[in-house]
């Protein structure tokens, strides 16, 4: 996913953004005062804000990976399912579904691709192989509801860091919501600018 580009023109309480990869043109003009760009002053001039999302999460070690189930997050809509993986120490992905347990380690694949990545928030990831030699994880056990991927991946941080035992609901609540929201914030702002060249807000 791109990288946004925002300034602020005209008004001091109205950001304006746009694309990274689409730059402003000679002929652009503020859509607050319609005054062109190139030839006024800027309140605060154009700075980069970075994508939450990762290129290619595959090779990256110890850290959750977040993606929606079906599509991208330029399409995810919110109640859609997201899947959850969690990288062992060589950066491979390990990862749970109706087919059972999944290690993705070829940096090709496109599947973890515009990902979010969650690093340094718990201990290292240092039991996953014992996790997946359970015998809990397998194709016959899958639930949707309840023994699915983040079932997984909460087991093996709790495998993991023996200092505190999370729950589904703590985890999601201090671990994923903050970086998800954030996700959430970027992903609304993107839209706008990919339908308008330049987006006030």
Not at 29 to 35: A, G, M, S
Not at 97 to 123: A, M, R, V
């Amino acid at each position: 996913m791109n990288d946004l580009m925002c300034f602020r023109h005209c008004s001091v309480d109205k950001s304006i953004f746009y694309l990274a990869t689409r730059p402003i043109s000679s002929s652009s003009v503020c859509p607050l005062c319609k005054r062109a760009l190139r030839e006024s002053h800027f309140i605060v001039p154009p700075f980069r804000i970075a994508s939450p999302l990762t290129k290619n999460a595959v090779g990256i070690p110890h850290s959750l990976t977040i993606k929606p189930s079906s599509k991208s997050f330029v399409d995810y809509c919110h109640g859609d399912d997201l899947h959850v993986g969690v990288s062992d120490s060589r950066g491979r992905i390990h990862h749970y579904d109706e087919f059972g347990l999944h290690c993705d380690s070829n940096p090709e694949t496109t599947f973890w691709t515009d990902c979010l990545l969650i690093q340094n928030k718990i201990s290292q990831l240092t039991n996953i192989e014992e996790c997946i030699q359970s015998d809990e994880w397998t194709q016959a056990r899958y639930e949707p509801d309840t023994l699915n991927c983040y079932d997984f991946v909460v087991s093996v941080v709790n495998e993991s860091e023996k200092s505190r035992v999370w729950t589904k609901e703590n985890f999601c609540r201090e671990i994923l919501l903050p970086h998800t929201s954030r996700v959430g914030k970027f992903l609304l702002i993107f839209r706008r600018a990919l339908n308008d060249i330049l987006a006030v807000v």
